[in-house]
Nanobody
Framework: QVQLVESGGALVQPGDSLRLSCTASGRTFDIMGWFRQAPGKEREFVAALRRRNSYYANSVKGRFTVSKDNAKNMMYLEMSSLKPEDTAVYYC???????????????????WGQGTQVTVSS
């Protein structure tokens, strides 16, 4: 049984840094990603890993870094220079299929976590 569990969400101030973690169990994945959803908005792509390559939304490029620890079966999202517009529920996602590149940034992954809240406010 596959399970993804996010952790690390918090209330932080603008400019702060935060690290989210995603613990996977049940199997390992070559494709994992982070999405976020703000109130009243659609779920949007944040970052993804496909094998050794990483991909980012333009809105977070240069501020966020996605990484993976295969030994622990965990994925991380290091977020810096946080802005109020980064406020959202952040979701970890994973897929066992051989997704084409353009599929990485659509919220159609096979497996999802329950989400963790990140609030950026002064």
């Amino acid at each position: 049984q596959v399970q993804l569990v996010e952790s690390g969400g918090a209330l932080v101030q603008p400019g702060d840094s935060l690290r989210l973690s995603c613990t996977a169990s049940g199997r390992t994945f070559d494709i994992m990603g982070w999405f976020r959803q703000a109130p009243g908005k659609e779920r949007e792509f944040v970052a993804a890993l496909r094998r050794r390559n990483s991909y980012y939304a333009n809105s977070v490029k240069g501020r966020f870094t996605v990484s993976k620890d295969n030994a622990k079966n965990m994925m991380y999202l290091e977020m810096s220079s946080l802005k109020p517009e980064d406020t959202a529920v952040y979701y970890c996602a994973a897929d066992s299929r051989n997704l084409i590149l353009s599929s990485l940034w659509t919220p159609n992954y096979e497996y999802w976590g329950q989400g963790t809240q990140v609030t950026v406010s002064s």
